[in-house]
């Protein structure tokens, strides 16, 4: 073979690469939209005031006889979507990886929680259940979908790309969830001149998440294309069975077991701070939506800077370096936000600012260094186990969250106790040999980790 017919095929190879490249990125643009303007943004204070007009005389609403508080009622139902999680991820990343057709799957899930979301524009009146119902399904669809869509990052991008093409991806979403929240503001804004209610305004701004979640699903299912492996053909497992096999297949990678503890510790306080934060400048700081709008809306323009800042950083100093950096990040501004004053917004943007530049960044490391320490042909399985913490899947930060504000009545001691999420996972990022581990999971190490 010579070589001018060598580089030839190198050529195609990498457009080809690139092609699928871009397609992947497209699912972040897609999807972040959900994570943006119905977890961040309007969901929380919206079903919180559903739940409200629901409670009883004394706060409290009565989900299956339990009563709840109806302050930490969207809490809990963001906690309780990963019980649904646990049993759904493992089979579908199994299921993934065994019959190498990821497209099928990825479809599904994705339009399964287009499907929910859109379901939102009903979500009136004390239908706070209904409320909670479509965002465990929409949650858990997330979830899903993004165990699939995170484990063709090994498929599509080489060691040396792979922080670049994470941060990039990240980068999409942060900007779709810039250009959606503009429409939003001016939706919500100036719905007296649109002629809908206030409540119909926010109706329409979650329903038009699904719409945009399953439109731009279309292009990703047009570029990526699956591959089976070596372990394609064999049969899937079941429910927890497959789960106690994903965890014991792990076992035999301990490092790489060791980074995920920390990444669901850490990331866990981060997905909790996103869907929360709504909620405390609503409830605790008396900010209006149209603040809450601004504050997200500069999150998101921030952290497309943030996120392919930090990935050239992590060229220089190693991308389980700049983690740690941004963990530290996250807990001065936690703890700066448990001193914020009520009624001021400027304090609030301040702190907002300080979210979107580490945000990211933290995100889009994270993913593409658990990809370095994921055996091959195993990465939908494993990603399975990852994602178990991702965009809003966390159930141990939210629950946190709501226990605390239903014993205290406090959604400042709610916020402040979220610092232990960052602490103990600086601590346990910081005591994992990666270099080691990526060798330990039979792939090559790059230069700068």
Request: charged fraction near 15%; hydrophobic fraction near 50%; charge should be positive.
């Amino acid at each position: 073979m010579s070589t001018d017919t060598v580089r030839a095929g190198a050529a195609e190879e990498a457009a080809e690469r690139r092609r699928e490249q871009r397609g992947w990125y497209f699912y972040d643009w897609a999807c972040s939209v959900y994570s943006t303007s119905v977890l961040t943004v309007f969901l929380g204070p919206y079903l919180t005031a559903v739940a409200k007009h629901a409670a009883d005389a004394d706060g409290f609403v009565h989900p299956l006889g339990v009563p709840v508080r109806a302050g930490s009622f969207f809490a809990y139902a963001v906690s309780a979507s990963v019980i649904v999680s646990i049993v759904v991820m493992p089979m579908a990343g199994a299921a993934a990886d065994r019959t190498g057709r990821k497209k099928p799957l990825l479809a599904t899930a994705a339009y399964l929680g287009a499907g929910a979301t859109t379901g939102m524009f009903f979500l009136d009146g004390d239908r706070y259940l209904l409320g909670g119902l479509l965002l465990i399904v929409a949650n858990a669809s997330l979830a899903v979908s993004m165990v699939l869509y995170n484990s063709y990052l090994p498929q599509i991008a080489p060691p040396e790309e792979r922080d670049a093409v994470s941060s990039r991806g990240w980068a999409f979403g942060y900007a779709a969830g810039a250009v959606v929240l503009v429409a939003n503001l001016a939706l919500f804004t100036a719905h007296d001149s649109f002629g809908v209610s206030e409540s119909t305004a926010v109706r329409i701004c979650l329903a038009s998440a699904g719409v945009w979640w399953g439109a731009f699903t279309l292009i990703p299912l047009k570029r990526l294309r699956d591959r089976r492996t070596a372990s394609s053909g064999q049969a899937s497992a079941h429910g927890w069975r497959q789960l106690a096999a994903t965890v014991r297949d792990m076992r035999r990678q301990p490092l790489t077991l060791s980074f995920l503890l920390a990444y669901l510790i850490y990331n866990d306080g981060i997905q909790t701070v996103i869907s929360q934060a709504s909620v405390y400048g609503s409830e605790e700081l008396g900010l209006s939506q149209s603040t809450l709008i601004t504050a997200v809306l500069l999150v998101q323009v921030l952290a497309v800077g943030g996120a392919l800042g930090m990935g050239r950083l992590a060229r220089t100093y190693g991308a389980k370096r700049t983690i740690l950096g941004s963990l530290v990040a996250w807990t001065l501004t936690l703890a700066a936000g448990y001193f914020l004053p009520a009624g001021a917004p400027v304090w609030f943007f301040v702190l907002a600012s300080g979210i979107g530049l580490v945000l990211g960044g933290s995100q889009a490391l994270s993913r593409s260094l658990f990809s370095h320490l994921v055996p091959s042909g195993k990465e939908a399985e494993y990603f399975s186990a990852y994602e178990m913490s991702d965009r809003g899947m966390s159930w141990l930060g939210p629950l946190l969250f709501g226990l605390t504000y239903q014993l205290t009545g406090s959604y400042r001691d709610a916020i402040i106790s979220l610092v232990v999420f960052f602490v103990i996972g600086f601590v346990l990022l910081a005591r994992v040999p990666v270099r080691r581990a990526v060798r330990d999971a039979g792939n090559p190490v790059p230069e700068r980790i």
